[in-house]
């Protein structure tokens, strides 16, 4: 009696209470409260975490065998137990401490997590939706339990050193010491009473096949057999059940899938795959499988997403290459494996020849991972390549989304990677002047090329419209010549890096003189030479009065409708990639645009002999900016003068 009375008060000591992190409580009021139109997922989830769990004691058993104890033979386990109604899933992974339980199950660290919170709308049956595509880890197994029970201890440490996790999934959790023999962690579920179909073997095994198929261990669940004791002489027969045995069996195909050959897997194993890897609830758009052999060996599993992550243009954005030697897991984020440029690429390598001690700092030197990291650039570009020529209507869609997903960021690579700059190129698509769809390639500009033109030209700014509408634009239109148009962020640094697209030059329109070379007939360079001549003297006033503002004032032919426009010296940074690295914080060299004015212009005749000229000059040299997206550098001084104008 004292006894019982002694143990009972020593256990209420050791308990401790704990909180949860207030997003951990928001969660978990969601995954009990909302209508949930998936809860088979968190078996998945849970399978998963126990998978990771050995691939971790796989890891760092490799520096502590002693992790291993006297048991080395890694897999999961599922048992049910129908009269206690729970559902138990065992490992004998790594195992947790006490403290890493309070830490693991009582904050949320993944980012996948986070992501998945901040696309929660509040509507309760969006987000039931959403929750159910995305899963959420460890807390699923709230879904289907009022209660779960965690009990484990790290590899190696003292068996008495266990601990228990206990939560009912409200807003808190217990945590004591314990003794447990077995390294690793049982997770169990004590089932509510809407969730007991649970407890059917053949309902589970059925959601193992389907969602873990593809876990490198075996998953385990007790051998059943069909017992039926036999009926005496006379008697009727008696009812059978099935009897669960002491042995052990696995329930799915336990190898690694991109170990397992391309014939023998489905689409449903590759998406599937793709889900658990990447936590994306949607199908990806491709993928790659290969074993490559040669001076290295590796194999290379990629997928290319259908949706950019939120942080894509982030810092925060990570590679999303897993890295396995000899099929153990080695790190996450291995972003040596892929060029930054192609960083919304998902997936797996495993090498056959790096040491399985490899770190960052290792992995980038090694010339093997350099030749991997070239090998899976080819693979990633030939796949997008072959979906862009497909004539499959299909895979024309694909690519459709992939360029608008992804286009912008794989244009990083033709200044990241002048290898692969004309696989590249080959990629890219436009709006052009004459098509507004972005659709165009370079190869389809270059078809469509008028006789004598020598040149692909284009034009960049930060919109669309602005694009079209540039003044700079005007004698191309006039003439039908069709001009690219550029209004992504990153056109105008990429556009740096090319000269050239299969022996043709690129030409931006708004730098250096135009030159339509044999598109313009000797009549118009005649008429052109003339009105220098004439303009002269107001060429001359002109650059003196605007001298803080230009660099230099000609007279041009590009123009048809407006009266001026800004133009960029050869080799020199336009105005708009000096706004761009300017709001970037970066600190850009001085440099003053052309001014190009139109002979033809009645503004720009009005300026022979005016009283205004001063306002005149400004306003016209303003207005230039503004056409081609800027601001005038004071826009006060700017209205002033065009109300003197209007006044007189
Ligand atoms: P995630 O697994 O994506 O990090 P979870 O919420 O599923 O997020 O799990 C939180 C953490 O709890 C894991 O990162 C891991 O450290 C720990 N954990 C969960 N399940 C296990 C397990 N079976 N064995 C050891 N650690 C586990």
Redesign the pocket.
Known sequence: MFNEFKERLMSEQSTQKHSFQAEVAQLLHLVTHSLYSNPEIFLR?LIS??S??CDKLRFEGINHPEYYENDPELHVRVSLDKDNKTITIS?N????TEQ?AID??GT???S??KDFMSRLSGDQKADAQLIGQFG????SGFIVAEKITVE?RHAAADPTDGVRWISTGTGDFEVEQISKASR??D?ILHLRDNALEYLESYKVKQIINKYSDHISLPIEMQKEVWQQEEAAEGEEAKAGQMVKTDEWEAINSASALWTRNKNEITDEQYIEFYKNLSHDFEAPLAWAHNRVEGSTEYTQLLYVPSKAPHNIFTREAKAGIKLYVKRVFIMDEADNLIPNYLRFVQGVVDSADLPLNVSRELLQESRDVKTIREGNTRRILTMLDSLAQSEDEIDQEKFKQFYAEFGSVIKEGLGEDFGNRERILKLLRFSTSTNDEIATSLADYKARMKEGQKAIYYVTADSLSAAKNSPQLELFKKKGIEVLLMADRVDEWAMEFVNEFDGIPMQNVAKGAVDLGDLQDAEEKKALEAAAEQFKPIVEKLSDSLKAKTKEVRVTTRLVDSPACLVTGEGELSPQLIRMLKQAGQAVPESKPILEINPEHPLVKKLEGSSQFDDLANVIFDQAVIAEGGLPDDPAEYVKRINNLLLK
């Open positions: 989830e975490n126990a990771d769990a490992d992974g790594i195992g947790l890493e693991n199950l949320i660290a993944k996948g997590t959420v880890g460890f807390y484990s690793g962690t997770i």
